[in-house]
């Protein structure tokens, strides 16, 4: 939606962050997934996430560069917060947006630069759900529900059945 052919999310081993990539696969969205250990990136290329970042690596900057400028990413779904919010942001092309909805450092969001809003018209935006659903049309809310459900359901497509059930 909004024109983003690519997108990168944070938190990406977390329940939504695990119903992400799985969504991005189903609609065929290149997705860069940003995550702090060996065991988060086995655990989201278990269901088939492609493009991994580790951001407590001391390369992680120059790995996030090289990977935007491959996917072209305008657009980031942030949860985790601190730093690695104005890093990306930094990195992100003319016109990148970043939809922050947690912050579960529970830190300041790192390093903003004016330029970055002014000459790139980059934006900042916070996003919370519940307030997300009330604003879209009953059918375009049922059409979200239908799709988590059905990657829910005993039988469904997607793989979160086996971390509900046990």
Not at 26 to 42: A, G, S, W
Not at 110 to 133: A, C, H, N, R
Request: aromatic share 10%; charged share 25%; hydrophobic share 40%.
């Amino acid at each position: 939606k909004n024109g983003h052919k690519a997108a990168i999310q944070t938190a990406s081993a977390s329940q939504v962050g695990r119903m992400f990539v799985k969504l991005c696969l189903k609609h065929k969205v290149p997705l860069l997934n940003i995550i702090r250990n060996q065991e988060e990136t086995d655990n989201i290329k278990e269901i088939g996430a492609e493009h991994i970042l580790n951001y407590m690596t001391p390369e992680f900057e120059e790995k996030l560069e090289a990977k935007i400028a491959e996917l072209n990413p305008t657009v980031c779904f942030n949860a985790i917060g601190n730093d690695v919010t104005g890093k990306i942001f930094k990195a992100l092309p003319v016109g990148g947006q970043i939809y922050q909805y947690g912050n579960i450092t529970l830190k300041d969001l790192g390093t903003f630069y004016p330029e970055d809003f002014l000459f790139k018209q980059k934006v900042m935006q916070g996003f919370w759900l519940s307030i997300f659903l009330d604003k879209i049309s009953e059918e375009e809310r049922n059409g979200i529900y239908n799709e988590v459900a059905e990657d829910l359901a005993p039988g469904g497509e997607g793989k979160f059945n086996s971390l509900i059930q046990g």
